[in-house]
């Protein structure tokens, strides 16, 4: 999978979800080298996955024989949820599928917003507005996501969806440090946007003042494993580390057992590791440029910041060193995902645009075959 959390993590939900509500339902996905049969106990059908366009990165790659194997079962597939960003695999199944008369709707993630770049405006013209405007509905998760399309596409509509979320089992408020050292997480993609260099900071402060705490960063590089490498050497503290991506079980057990859950992403739409955390009842800390800020302050489930790396080391302070209040603000945490975010919400409103999309007549999805 070339997907860490975020996207593949609500496509598993939804699958989970419609799976408990008797509707057939399965992943596809590009992966490469790693076939699993399911991914979060969704069960997936994978197609190997080529280097198209290296200039594009993750978005450049390619997965050629998910187009033969939508031909194939064309007839007997009812519809397709498309998770789709501006990328050669997502995009030529929406075509395909268009072509095909195979009714689709398209879930993007904030991952289409305006062209930054020549390649992207380039791409926008071949695929992604025919893309769009094929699709039977676009889901978008914030205002700002709705308006980005729009300029993509204009006069596009599309309906807001939140990512639902299965709550994990309760934690009963139980003080997880166990006599150790608070942890401060930060769990996600190494990459520029998600700023991890600005947790090391912060961590470096926070440690150079005497507070007393773990940093752990977990995720794969995607760009910034050399700056967060120069960065720990330099500050060469064992209390501050990179311990690389991890499996799904495992990272939702160090989200479970975290102190305080980090992201200092600037302009990040809808980060599924923050309702995650909430989820388990761990207090969150985000910008305020981060589409969930809004639902963080008005359920008092954890810290709002601006871009400083002062203002992210204060709040992580302020969590870290009363745990009375870190209580508190995980349990709002969890109350707000099971009130707002949970998965079977939002399987019901997935149901009535399915049932808007198709025409009458109901074909039987084909079961996951073998790739490889």
């Known amino acids: 999978m070339n997907s860490y959390g975020g996207p593949l993590t609500v496509a598993a939900g939804h699958v989970n979800g419609l799976r408990r509500a008797d509707v057939p339902a399965f992943l596809i996905a590009g992966s490469r080298g790693y076939h699993p049969s399911d991914v979060q106990g969704a069960p997936v059908l994978t197609f190997a996955i080529r280097r198209l366009v290296p200039a594009l990165g993750f978005a450049g790659w390619s997965a050629p024989s998910s187009i033969s194997w939508l031909i194939r079962h064309r007839a007997r597939i009812d519809l397709l949820h498309i998770h789709m960003s501006r990328d050669l695999i997502t995009l030529p199944i929406a075509l395909a599928a268009s072509r095909l008369g195979i009714p689709y709707v398209v879930q993007t993630h904030g991952m289409v917003d305006p062209p930054k770049n020549r390649l992207g405006a380039v791409l926008d013209s071949l695929a992604t507005r025919r893309a769009l405007r094929g699709a039977a509905a676009v889901f978008a998760l914030t205002a700002l996501e709705q308006r980005h399309l729009q300029e993509v596409v204009p006069g596009l509509k599309s309906q807001r969806l939140m990512n639902g979320l299965a709550l994990p ?204």
């Not at 799904?248 to 590791?273: G, K, N, T, W």
């Not at 871009?307 to 969890?334: K, P, Q």
């Open 169 to 372: 089992p309760e934690t009963d408020g139980v003080d997880r440090r166990d006599g150790r050292e608070p942890t401060v997480l930060f769990a996600s993609r190494l990459h520029s946007r998600k700023r991890p260099s600005a947790f090391i900071r912060a961590a470096a402060q926070l440690r150079a003042d005497g507070v007393r705490a773990r940093f752990r960063l977990v995720g794969p590089d995607e760009g910034q494993g050399d700056n967060v490498r120069e960065l720990l050497s330099e500050l060469h503290d064992p209390a501050v580390e990179w311990v690389g991506p991890m499996a799904h079980a495992s990272l939702q057990a160090e989200l479970a057992r975290a102190s305080v859950f980090v992201l200092p992403s600037i302009d990040e739409p809808y980060p599924m590791a923050v309702l995650e955390s909430m989820a388990h009842g761990t207090p969150v800390i985000v910008t305020e440029s981060c589409g969930l800020a809004d639902l963080i302050r008005q359920t008092n489930s954890g810290l709002v910041v601006d871009h400083s790396t002062a203002g992210l080391a204060d709040a992580i302070d302020t969590i870290v060193t009363d745990l009375s209040l870190a209580t508190t603000m995980g349990e709002n945490a969890r109350r707000a995902v099971r009130e707002q975010a949970s998965i079977d919400a939002v399987v019901d409103q997935l149901l009535d645009h399915y049932r808007a999309s198709l025409s009458t007549g109901t074909r039987t999805a084909p079961a996951p075959e073998s790739t490889r």
